[in-house]
């Protein structure tokens, strides 16, 4: 881990005391691999960009709630518009610990069960309650710690309730999302037809179209490129597969084409990126 960027609570936290902040990212620029010694809620508000998460690469969007861990090594790169409010919280010294516990994943959870979506709408929903928080987790005074944790005690128990409620309880708008993240996240290695997707489920390609751009800034093409090119990331720092049969299992027929839009995208070649990685495997 020494040759990740780390993060201390000190730098954060206003006091030994305080168990919880706030800090909000309006314009989050690239952020290299690091890890903390302190748990983070990650909040997507907008805008897009790739997170890395230990071995995972993915596209993050408004919506995402991510749950880091202190010895997760995570980290952002393009980045486009992206806003984040991060909840730094230090969950081994929690005075509500007992109640807070009961809606966090647990600490040995997989990553996959450390994120979920949310309609954007629910964000504007908790941002006052946010707002409260980041004005108490300021203060060092016991009664101002103790109703920052009531406060992050609320938010955790907000966020759980939306996971928790059923798609048919969600607007219609929001369950087409729900559907169309799901089927684009399982068409990375086949061809996706938007037209018959929305034949399918009775849905209007071009209201579905804007809805999507408008939640995410980018376009339903753009999303399923970087959930691709996330893919193939992945497959280049952990396997010895070829380029061509990486190619083919994110969807690309032409490995040729895969490498241009990898290199366009990314500013190197999938062979650079893959020998890069490694050169950094061989010197843990």
């Known amino acids: 881990m020494e040759k990740y960027l780390r993060l201390y609570k000190q730098d954060y936290f206003i006091s030994p005391m305080n168990t919880v902040t706030v800090e909000k990212r309006d314009h989050q620029q690239p952020f290299p691999l690091h890890f903390h010694d302190f748990n983070e809620i990650v909040i997507v508000c907008s805008g897009n960009g790739l997170h890395h998460w230990n071995d995972y690469i993915y596209p993050i969007t408004s919506g995402d709630i991510l749950y880091i861990n202190p010895s997760d090594i995570h980290g952002y790169e393009s ?42 709408s629910f964000i504007k929903q908790v941002s006052p309650l946010i707002d409260q928080l980041t004005i108490e987790s300021q203060k060092n005074n016991l009664a101002s710690i103790h109703l920052s944790e009531a406060l992050f005690l609320q938010l ?48 209007a390609a071009r209201s579905l179209s ?13 999303y399923l490129q970087k959930c691709r090119l996330c893919k193939a990331m992945s497959l280049l720092r952990n396997t010895q597969l070829s380029i061509s049969i990486i190619a083919a299992e994110c969807g690309y027929n032409d490995s040729n084409y895969f490498s241009a839009v ?5 500013k190197q070649t999938p062979s650079i990126y893959r020998s890069r990685f490694q050169d950094k495997l061989k010197q843990v």
């Not at 804007?210 to 753009?222: A, D, P, V």
């Not at 990898?262 to 990314?266: G, N, Q, S, V, Y």
């Open 156 to 203: 955790v128990i907000l966020l759980d309730r939306i996971k928790q409620q059923p798609n048919e309880q969600s607007p219609t708008a929001t369950h087409q999302l729900d559907i169309l993240f799901t089927v684009l996240h399982n068409s990375i290695a086949s061809a996706f037809n938007l037209e018959m997707f929305c034949k399918q489920y009775n849905i």
């Open 210 to 222: 804007r809805l999507f751009k408008s939640q995410t800034g980018m376009t339903i093409n753009e």
């Open 262 to 266: 990898f290199k366009k995208e990314l």
């Open 79 to 120: 980045v486009n518009n992206l806003k984040l409010i991060n909840i730094l919280y230090l969950r081994h010294q929690l005075f509500l610990s007992s109640a807070i516990e009961n809606y966090l994943p647990k600490q040995t959870a997989k990553h996959t069960e450390r994120i979920w979506r949310i309609h954007p």
